[in-house]
């Protein structure tokens, strides 16, 4: 009963991620999307200073922070609500969830098996052919079905 709520909330986890990656969003701007969003608005710094109550010294140093990937999502989402905007934030995977699992499993089992085959070679008894690939997926199987934590 854990393993398939733990699969069922990999699989939601990848569908609800999948959103994101379908809106294959563009990249930031160089300066930043505070200060992107604020000039393509016509806000000086200096008006954008007056409405978060900080100096315009402190409205340059924040939309450099952004634009270095230094800025905290406090600060960010402050900068966002005070432009009327919603900061929205996601890790979103290269590859699904799952698949990520599945391969991690596949190089923890190689990797597992690796000593085994080398030892058995050595006493003249390597598994050899399609009993190797076999001996992988059940490898496999049961690192996917045991604990997760083993696999990281």
Known sequence: ?????????L????ALLATWK???????????????IRESLGMSA???ARRLGMSHAGVRKL???EASDAI???SLRKLAEALDCELQYALVPRTSLSQHVKERAESVARERLRP????????????QGP?????????????????????W
Request: hydrophobic share 50%; glycine share 2%; charged share 25%.
């Open 63 to 65: 939309e450099n922070a």
């Open 72 to 74: 905290t999502l406090a």
């Open 22 to 36: 379908a809106a294959q969003l563009i990249a930031r701007p160089r300066s930043g999307w505070v200060r992107a």
């Open 46 to 48: 200096a008006a954008f």
């Open 1 to 9: 009963m854990e393993n398939q709520f733990r699969d069922l909330q």
């Open 131 to 151: 009993l190797t690939k076999l001996q992988l997926e059940l490898a496999i199987k049961e690192l996917l079905e045991g604990s997760r934590r083993e696999l």
């Open 116 to 127: 085994i085959a080398h030892s058995m070679a050595l006493e003249d008894q390597a598994v």
């Open 11 to 14: 699989q939601q986890m990848d």
